[in-house]
């Protein structure tokens, strides 16, 4: 059946919060970290507290959702974000910093891979790519523009205005899932062995697209640290710096309903918006890493160099994501859909962790352009496997 975007909605915003209370909280700490007392070591370690409790418990959950519904599993995903929101705005030092981030980080591994089975047993075949396009631009803005809103709302009020901020974003989002997404049937399951998840996480109809969205992610990570730290060294402001990650967060959201849509209506096959996505993200990552290594970090080229690879890069992203969640989604039976997108995001925070290290640990022992060359490689070779595993046109 198709279903009016009303009703779906509501997820969008799901996937929209866990992503901006990933990336919104980053920055936010960041700007923080000199007046909270923290050494370097205690920063990264907060910061990955919320990753860490993703890849953790999001297969655990996403199997919870298959057993109980998803929507349950959505809304007190949703309201536990809320109630660690809250605290971490009342509980002031590390100590409450820590609590509520990673209590943040388990309750979007409830609520964000059962969006996705969600969107994915709420919609078919003819509008499943428009639909998964529309909440992977929601998803992509909240990675995209969370550092920039956390960065405001910290200057305006204070770490504090940031989590309460969130809070109420989290319990928004569960009232409007509760009341508006319709309920969707638990279906009979047969026991599952060891063996048989080890066929379904090595089944190309899995491994191809997590392959994919985990490289889309890691890039768009990538991206939105990379491109303002080069932007500074041109001479280009805080503001102009995360102006780039504006447009690519713009563009991402754009194209992502439009392939969606076209991938429905066999314009746009699995094959061609995955591996043509993950050629614009290396194309464009490339000539980022190309362009800063040969203008040694100066030089309008250099800008102008930027400015196109977040064009290239949202534009991946957005023609990569949509096709690849609608071809794991038609690849999934219906019964064990929350397991499959539990594991598929585990693939995605694995791409979200593993890029800015790569492109970091590079860029420390030579220089930031290098460390994008790098991503840029491993982006093509990710293609390269995803066009071997999709012989055939979805």
């Not at 920039?148 to 009232?175: Q, T």
């Amino acid at each position: 059946m198709t279903l009016p975007r009303p009703r779906l909605a509501p997820l969008y915003l799901a996937g929209f919060t866990t992503a901006f209370g990933a990336h919104g909280i980053a920055a936010a700490l960041g700007a923080e970290t000199e007046d909270i007392g923290w050494t370097l070591l205690a920063f990264g370690f907060t910061l990955a507290l919320y990753d860490l409790a993703e890849v953790l418990l999001k297969p655990l959950f996403g199997a919870l959702s298959d057993r109980i519904g998803v929507r349950p599993v959505i809304v007190a995903g949703l309201l536990a974000f809320a109630a660690f929101s809250v605290l971490g705005a009342l509980v002031p030092g590390t100590v409450g910093l820590i609590v509520a981030r990673f209590g943040q980080g388990a309750s979007a591994a409830a609520f964000s891979p059962a969006s996705s089975a969600a969107v994915a047993r709420l919609t078919d075949g003819a509008s499943r790519g428009r639909y998964f396009g529309r909440y992977g631009s929601w998803k992509s803005l909240g990675y995209a523009l969370g550092p920039l809103i956390g960065a405001v709302l910290v200057v305006w009020a204070g770490l504090p205005a940031l989590f309460w901020a969130l809070a109420a974003l989290g319990l928004a989002a569960a009232a409007w899932v509760r009341f508006a997404v319709p309920a969707v049937p638990v279906l009979p399951r047969k026991r599952v062995t060891l063996i048989d998840l080890a066929h379904e996480v090595t089944a190309p109809g899995f491994l191809v697209p997590t392959l994919v969205l985990a490289a889309t992610t890691g890039a768009l990570a990538v991206a939105v640290g990379f491109l303002p730290l080069l932007a500074r060294q041109v001479g280009i402001g805080t503001v102009g710096s995360m102006a780039l990650v504006t447009v690519l967060a713009v563009v991402a959201s754009a194209v992502q309903p439009l392939i969606g849509a076209w991938h429905d209506r066999g314009r746009v096959s699995v094959r061609l918006g995955a591996i043509g996505g993950l050629a614009l993200i290396a194309g464009g990552i490339a000539l980022a890493g190309v362009v800063a290594v040969v203008e040694d970090g100066h030089g309008m080229l250099l800008l102008a160099a930027l400015i196109l690879t977040a064009v290239l890069v949202g534009a991946g992203v957005g023609s990569a994501t949509p096709v690849a969640f609608s071809h794991l989604a038609a690849s999934t039976p219906e019964e064990r859909m929350g397991r499959t997108m539990g594991s598929a995001e585990l693939g995605r925070e694995l791409g979200d962790a593993g890029g800015p290290l790569i492109a970091g640990a590079v860029g420390t022992a030579s220089v930031p352009g290098v460390g994008l060359i790098v991503v840029a490689v491993l982006t093509a070779g990710a293609g390269a496997l995803a066009l071997v595993g999709l012989r055939r046109p979805g």
